[in-house]
């Protein structure tokens, strides 16, 4: 699942920056790379009024691990009209299910803190080592941490937003919303206000492609697979996003999953981010980024609408 950029000349210098981001970025989230750009991303991006707490294991393994990230008060302010904490984000990166590291996706618990919200980073074990199920029964089992444990740190366990981008979309969506996983959370419907998928492959034949298909069984069928096909009638609303400009992933993927949620009946808001593609999507969650797409926008947006909707107001 690699993704070549090519750069022109005759192009807007604003589109030569977003080609730029795609071509510097791109590769670590696919898992092309050996140095992490996205951990420059995180050390460029503030961490005024944040307050990091590193490494808490919710598993026995190294990969099980998390970052947490809280809102100094004067920020969190904002979202304390609700009872018990301060709302929570909960995200999952992507990285063809076998690269990645929490460390490298700080910009993203940064940004989300300094929104108001208590976010939590976490990290899951990793293909070829760890094949499907054991990554999304990991998100689960972090997804149950949180639940039980986030109060502590100031967090709403009743109010837990689960976000992932690219394979960690994946992750989030059939954690949460495909029951063979979610009857293992020990966490309520209730307390999951939203699920929300940044260009995930929902639903595609992973063994047509050689970045993926060692993330699955040898065995497998997509059809036993694919999160689109096994949405419950009782999973908490979804919003789905998908980057315009997204060759890698696609439209498809897209779909596929809009319908799966519309066979079910689940609550659904969809978007499409304008201006970027694949990888400047989840780029332009950075605070300093944002000139890059609308996306940190938009999912402040929604998960605003959802706890004034789940408040009543």
């Known amino acids: 699942m690699n993704q070549h950029v090519v750069l022109k000349?005759?192009?807007?210098?604003?589109?030569?920056?977003?080609?730029?981001?795609?071509?510097?970025?791109?590769?670590?989230?696919?898992?092309?790379?050996?140095?992490?750009?996205?951990?420059?991303?995180?050390?460029?991006?503030?961490?005024?009024?944040?307050?990091?707490?590193?490494?808490?294991?919710?598993?026995?393994?190294?990969?099980q691990a998390l970052d947490i990230y809280q809102p100094d008060a004067?920020?969190?302010?904002?979202?304390?009209?609700?009872?018990?904490?301060?709302?929570?984000?909960?995200?999952?990166?992507g990285g063809s299910w076998q690269s990645g590291d929490k460390a490298g996706y700080g910009f993203v618990?940064?940004?989300l803190a300094q929104a108001g919200y208590v976010s939590v980073v976490i990290d899951y074990r990793l293909a070829p080592k760890n094949i499907y199920p054991d990554y999304v029964n990991d998100s689960v089992s972090a997804i149950s941490w949180v639940y039980q444990n986030i109060a502590q740190y100031g967090g709403n366990p009743n109010e837990i937003f689960v976000m992932g981008h690219s394979a960690g979309a994946f992750n989030a969506v059939a954690a949460v919303d495909d029951e063979r996983f979610w009857k293992h959370s020990r966490v309520p419907n209730s307390a999951i206000k939203g699920v929300i998928g940044l260009a995930g492959p929902y639903s595609y034949d992973f063994r047509d492609y050689p970045d993926s298909k060692d993330a699955f069984p040898a065995n497998g069928k997509p059809e036993n697979i694919m999160p689109d096909s096994y949405v419950r009638s009782d999973a908490p609303p979804n919003y789905l996003l998908t980057a315009e400009?997204?060759?890698?992933?696609?439209?498809?993927?897209?779909?596929?999953?809009?319908?799966?949620?519309?066979?079910?009946?689940?609550?659904?808001?969809?978007?499409?981010?304008p201006k970027v593609n694949h990888y400047t999507m989840?780029?332009?969650?950075?605070?300093?980024?944002?000139?890059?797409?609308?996306?940190?926008?938009?999912?402040?947006?929604?998960?605003?609408?959802?706890?004034k909707e789940s408040d009543g107001t």
């Open 74 to 93: 004067d920020i969190a302010k904002p979202s304390t009209h609700h009872v018990g904490g301060i709302p929570v984000v909960v995200f999952i990166y």
């Open 109 to 111: 618990g940064r940004s």
């Open 9 to 63: 000349t005759n192009k807007s210098s604003g589109l030569k920056k977003i080609a730029m981001f795609g071509v510097m970025f791109g590769g670590v989230i696919a898992g092309a790379c050996t140095y992490s750009p996205t951990k420059i991303l995180t050390a460029i991006s503030s961490s005024r009024g944040v307050t990091l707490t590193k490494d808490i294991h919710y598993g026995t393994d190294s990969r």
């Open 282 to 307: 989840i780029v332009a969650m950075a605070s300093p980024m944002e000139w890059l797409g609308d996306t940190r926008k938009m999912v402040l947006d929604y998960m605003a609408r959802r706890l």
């Open 245 to 273: 400009k997204d060759t890698l992933v696609g439209i498809k993927n897209f779909l596929k999953m809009k319908r799966g949620l519309e066979r079910a009946n689940v609550p659904l808001e969809t978007g499409v981010v």
